[in-house]
């Protein structure tokens, strides 16, 4: 098993956290399929962001813990732990609002110089379910249309951002604002099983192009790249050909950062849809969370390529030149009517 102290070390379990308490004194909200909702009291919304993968954001924005998409992927389940809910399908099952959220961040934004670089959605989608009740990220995003001179990024799954649509037009004018949609495949099947409770890849892509059209910075993230699974050519390709239809203004994709709190998931996963990948993973990720670096730049290099190919842009904004503002409009495009999509692939793209 991967070393986990050195990424993310974990509370004390004899002597529980005042998060975990806070946590297991929340009351019961609500209920959906499966899945409990609980608010839980924090003091502070925005967080100092440190990792050992080279993050291009210093701070972050989670307005929920756990997430209802159900990702078999997902490195964030390490999050519940400090929750003291460690059994995997907890991160997926239990979702906590954070309360106050927006007063906070008016308050913390407040000490931060600008160009400060902002993720919203590291640990969670911001646009889960239970955001089309809760609003938390629209009352966030309020805050941000009241400041000014920040690099905004948000990350997301859900076609649920459009209806903030008005809000982002608002940031970009302020802000260099930027929207990843994470769009693992193309192929419909195999993302209903690797992302359970996701909108579909069709409806994702269209939601970029959606972005665009009202001219956003918006683009497409292909990650984790899965090893045989969605790391072949094909595979890749077919996300950036659909990407470019949408008018994405950009492609980005990394490989499978798998820490050992998300493995028995992702495991499960493999061995019951890919079990010829099954040995390989263990082997690839038995002793790191992370693939070999001949593997990440094998991936960076065909990734790279392939953005080529179909003219997409870079994930992150160039410097400024001197004396250019940084807040200019995005150029509008054209919204598709429709789009190019995989429709007899395989379970997998790379088979």
């Given at each position: ?78 999050t519940h732990e400090f929750l003291e809910l460690r059994r995997p399908e907890d991160f997926e099952r239990k979702i906590y609002f954070k309360q106050d959220a927006a007063w906070l961040l008016e308050q913390e934004l407040s000490h931060l110089k600008a160009g400060t670089e902002i993720a919203l959605g590291t640990a969670t989608d911001p646009y889960q379910p239970l955001e089309r009740r809760q609003r938390i990220t629209r009352s966030l995003l309020e805050v941000f249309a009241r400041k000014s001179g920040f690099k905004l990024g948000i990350v997301t799954k ?194």
């Amino acid at each position: 098993m991967a070393n986990t102290q050195s990424l993310f070390p974990i509370v004390n379990q004899d002597h529980p956290s005042r998060l975990a308490r806070a946590a297991g004194e929340a009351p019961l909200d609500s209920v959906g399929c499966l899945t409990e909702y609980r608010p839980l009291k924090t003091r502070s919304i925005l967080g100092k962001s440190t990792s050992n993968r080279g993050l291009p954001f210093t701070h972050s924005i989670n307005p929920y813990r756990g997430c209802e998409f159900a990702c078999r992927y997902c490195y964030a389940r390490y999050t519940h732990e400090f929750l003291e809910l460690r059994r995997p399908e907890d991160f997926e099952r239990k979702i906590y609002f954070k309360q106050d959220a927006a007063w906070l961040l008016e308050q913390e934004l407040s000490h931060l110089k600008a160009g400060t670089e902002i993720a919203l959605g590291t640990a969670t989608d911001p646009y889960q379910p239970l955001e089309r009740r809760q609003r938390i990220t629209r009352s966030l995003l309020e805050v941000f249309a009241r400041k000014s001179g920040f690099k905004l990024g948000i990350v997301t799954k859900s076609t649920l951002i459009t209806r903030d649509i008005d809000l982002l037009q608002e940031i970009a004018a302020r802000h260099q604002l930027t929207v990843h949609l994470t769009i693992t495949t193309t192929n419909a099947k195999l993302a209903r099983i690797l992302e359970p409770r996701a909108p579909r890849p069709d409806l994702r892509f269209r939601t970029v192009a959606e972005l665009r059209q009202a001219g956003l910075r918006a683009g497409v993230l292909c990650s984790p790249l899965m090893p045989g699974i969605t790391d072949s050519r094909s595979s890749i390709n077919a996300v950036a050909r659909a990407a470019a239809a949408a008018g994405a203004s950009f492609m980005g994709a990394g490989a499978l950062f798998l820490k050992p709190c998300s493995q028995p998931t992702f495991f499960s996963f493999v061995k019951e849809h890919f079990p010829d990948q099954f040995e390989a993973y263990q082997r690839r990720y038995a002793t790191s969370a992370f693939v070999s670096p001949e593997y990440r730049k094998r991936v960076a290099d065909l990734v790279d390529g392939i953005c080529r190919e179909h003219k997409l842009g870079k994930r992150y904004f160039e410097q400024s030149a001197a004396g250019e503002s940084p807040y200019k409009q995005i150029e509008r495009v054209e919204l598709q009517p429709w789009l190019p999509f995989a429709q007899t692939n395989s379970a997998a793209d790379s088979k």
